[in-house]
C-alpha cells in the first residue's frame, strides 16, 4: 500500500436495510424464483469467519489468526399477511420457507437468493445459496400482529450473483404433455420466462425447429410437433435447457 493520503469524495445519502430483497425457490418449480414478501425485519449475514491463532516466533510479539472456515445465513420476521387478490391463502414464498422448515434431510433444504433494491440506488449486492430454514410464530395477546421469526442457515458456499435487475432470464421447462406426441400434433409446454421467446428457432424438437409455436404467457407455450422420427427428441425454448421429450411414430 503507497503511503499517501486518498482524495476524499462526499458521500450521498445512506442507504435502508429495506433495500434487501429475499427469493426462494419452490421445489416444485425448480429454477423460478418466488419473492419472499412481507419482511419487517431482517438480518444478513454473507459470511462468518472461523478464525485459529497461527502466530509464530517470527511476528517480533505480533499476533496473528488465519480464517479455517467460512459460514453464512440470515434472519429476520415476517408479517403474515393473506393475498390482496384472495384473502384465504398466505404469501407464496413465506410458505415455501414454512413447509421447508418442517422437513428433514432434503426436505429442510431451500435455495434462497438475498439482493439489494434500494430504490434509485445501489445494484451491487446479490448472493445465492442453499439453506437450512426455520420458522417460529411469535405469538402473543389477542391484539397482537400474527408475526414469524424466521433463521436461514447456510449449507455449503453462498456465491456471489450477478444482480438479478438487467438480467435475461433463461426461459425454463417444467412439462411438456402429452409425451409420445407425433407429428402435427399440439405440447403444451409449462414452465417460465418464456414471454421473450420469438423467431422460427424459439422452439425446437431435437435440432428441428417446431412446425409453429403460440406464447400464450410467460408460463405457457402451445408447440406443433414438426415431422420426424419417433424416438428422442429434447426440446429446448430459447436458450433455455435441454428438457427431455420423446417423441411418437
Known amino acids: 500500500m503507497a503511503n499517501t493520503v486518498p482524495a476524499r469524495a462526499p458521500l450521498g445519502a445512506s442507504t435502508t436495510n429495506r433495500k434487501w430483497y429475499l427469493d426462494v425457490e419452490d421445489p416444485a418449480a425448480p429454477g423460478v424464483p418466488v419473492g419472499v414478501f412481507g419482511m419487517g425485519e431482517f438480518k444478513f449475514k454473507p459470511s462468518e469467519a472461523t478464525q485459529q491463532d497461527d502466530s509464530d516466533m517470527d511476528s517480533e ?114 412439462s411438456a404433455l402429452p409425451s409420445g406426441a407425433v407429428a402435427g400434433a399440439t405440447v403444451a409446454i409449462e414452465g417460465a420466462h418464456f414471454a421473450d421467446v420469438a423467431g422460427a428457432s424459439g422452439v425446437k424438437f431435437g435440432a428441428t425447429n417446431a412446425t409453429s409455436y403460440n406464447v400464450l404467457s410467460d408460463g405457457t407455450i402451445l408447440a406443433v410437433v414438426p415431422a420426424g422420427a419417433a424416438g428422442s427428441a429434447p426440446i429446448t425454448v430459447g436458450t433455455g435447457e435441454v428438457y427431455p421429450y420423446t417423441r411418437g411414430a
Open 61 to 174: 510479539g505480533f499476533k496473528s489468526s488465519t480464517v479455517t472456515a467460512l459460514a453464512w445465513g440470515g434472519e429476520g420476521k415476517l408479517h403474515r399477511k393473506t393475498l390482496s387478490s384472495d384473502g384465504t391463502a398466505y404469501d407464496p414464498g413465506q410458505e415455501i420457507l414454512r413447509r421447508a422448515s418442517r422437513g428433514m434431510g432434503n426436505a429442510n433444504r431451500v435455495k434462497v437468493r438475498v439482493y439489494e433494491m434500494e430504490p434509485d440506488g445501489p445494484r451491487v449486492e446479490a448472493y445465492s445459496g442453499y439453506c437450512l430454514a426455520t420458522w417460529s410464530p411469535d405469538g402473543g395477546g389477542m391484539d397482537a400482529l400474527d408475526t414469524v421469526s424466521f433463521a436461514l442457515v447456510g449449507q455449503g458456499k453462498c456465491s456471489e450473483i450477478a444482480h438479478p435487475e438487467g438480467v435475461v432470464a433463461v426461459p425454463v421447462i417444467q
